[in-house]
């Protein structure tokens, strides 16, 4: 199983090689964007969308409800995952 977190393309740093910072949870991380750029989207038309990241690449485009969704139930599950933990639970 693969985890995809969400982020926004904030600025691409090197278009030949494909490469951006994403904003993944007020941390930025250089990742690569070859596998969402096409003749429809070139890489200068990634900024500002959102995007699942998984191990440095941004492995497909969705939409802003959707990030916001996936970023909550993340946080309400590390909140969880923190009350076991505090509680002895695992």
Sequence with gaps: MCLGIPG??????????????????GVQRQVNIACIVDADHP??????EWVLV????AMNRID???????????????????????SGLK
């Design 8 to 25: 926004q393309i904030i600025t691409i740093t090197n278009i030949e090689q494909q490469l951006a910072i994403v904003d993944v949870g």
């Design 43 to 48: 890489a200068e038309s990634c900024v500002g």
């Design 54 to 57: 998984h191990v440095g690449f």
């Design 64 to 86: 802003a409800a959707e990030a916001a969704e996936t970023l909550h139930l993340l946080e309400e599950l590390a909140e969880v995952q923190q009350e076991m933990a505090t």
